[in-house]
């Protein structure tokens, strides 16, 4: 459960609701974009603050699937959502009151109704030609399957770069949710799949009952601190930051994670980098698990003169994880 909720939560806490917008004046001057792409991609943006809807979906990592009831629901106050494994060991993830007001960046960068200035942006993140997201990818609009009984259209996403996966997704022509996707890697290798099997538009909520283990999401507070064990050192949360991001990805939060966690997003991948410091020296080395297309990448390293242990987890490649957490360092 904990791999699956914490994908399904990065794909649609940027996809659907893991700071700025694409400028939509600048993407206009870029002769390589293609604007109808764009426009589904702001209308599946949106859908998370308009759309209440509940189905089942499959989720598919190489030869594991596992299957989730999802109820997602828009008052006037605010949006409410809950994933039920059906599989496995049968835990819920929900998530109420999410105000309707709080907009995520992989959202605003996605939006091209919700402009900001080139000379708003920070240093390093404007995309190549200030084109936004399609600075880093290329995107073609073609007919798309019918999913769960929807019409949808297909958005083929392809990466400019080694530093980013590909993307296939399927949109409800309708609402523009997401009805199904294919995260594709080197070699148009598919690491992963989700997909609705039925879906219904509707704002009653999901029993509840059989429901063994419930974890509720939250925001963390604005300035909190992560909860460092014991055993590693704690120290001040803006001392470090990565040295090296490839280009279009931004900071999603201002230290919320903590002295611990910064997370970072394009738009559509999301990924963290955690420091610990730790007590005593550990061989140097590094270790890699990929489960579909979430990376976790672990280095052992010093800093400063201390040990420290450096872990990038999420939606990149591993050469990608690996250069990040290579530029991690201390910044006065």
């Known amino acids: 459960m904990k791999v699956l909720s914490s994908k399904v939560g990065i794909r649609w806490a940027v996809s659907l609701a893991s700071l700025l917008c694409v400028n939509h004046a600048s993407a206009a001057s870029c002769p390589d974009v293609n604007h109808e792409a764009l426009a589904w991609l702001d209308k599946m943006s949106h859908s998370a603050h308009e759309v209440s809807y509940q189905g089942v979906v499959t989720f598919q990592l190489g030869d594991d699937m596992q299957v989730m009831q999802i109820s997602h629901s828009v008052n006037n106050t605010g949006a409410s959502e809950s994933l039920t494994q059906l599989t ?77 996966y590909g993307y296939v997704m399927e949109l409800d022509k309708k609402t523009g949710l997401l009805l199904k996707e294919r995260t594709i890697g080197r070699g148009d290798k598919v690491l992963e799949r989700f997909q609705f099997a039925n879906i219904s538009y509707t704002n009653e909520s999901i029993p509840t009952d059989s429901v063994d283990v419930v974890h509720h999401a939250s925001h963390p507070a604005p300035q909190g601190h992560a909860n460092v064990g014991s055993s590693a050192e704690h120290y001040p949360a803006a001392l470090w930051d990565p040295g090296w991001l490839p280009k279009g990805f931004m900071s999603t939060e201002d230290a919320s994670g903590g002295d611990r966690r910064r997370t970072y997003t394009d738009g559509l991948a999301v990924f963290s980098v955690f420091l610990e410091i730790l007590p ?53």
């Open 88 to 164: 496995g060991q049968g835990a819920r993830v929900t998530r109420v009151d999410h105000p309707l007001d709080c907009i995520h960046p992989g959202h605003k960068l996605l939006r091209l109704s919700e402009e900001v200035s080139l000379a708003e942006k920070p240093a390093g993140t404007a995309g190549p030609k200030d084109c936004g997201i399609s600075g880093h990818y290329q995107f073609s609009v073609l007919e798309g399957e019918r999913i769960a009984g929807r019409k949808a259209v297909r958005i083929v996403i392809q990466p400019r770069d080694m530093y980013r």
């Open 280 to 332: 005593r020296d550990i061989q140097a080395g590094e270790g890699v698990v990929r489960h579909g297309g979430t990376t976790s990448y672990t280095r052992g390293m010093r800093m400063g003169g201390k040990p420290a242990l450096i872990t990038i987890i999420g939606e990149v490649p591993v050469n990608t994880a690996r250069m990040v957490a290579d530029s991690v360092r201390w910044v006065e």
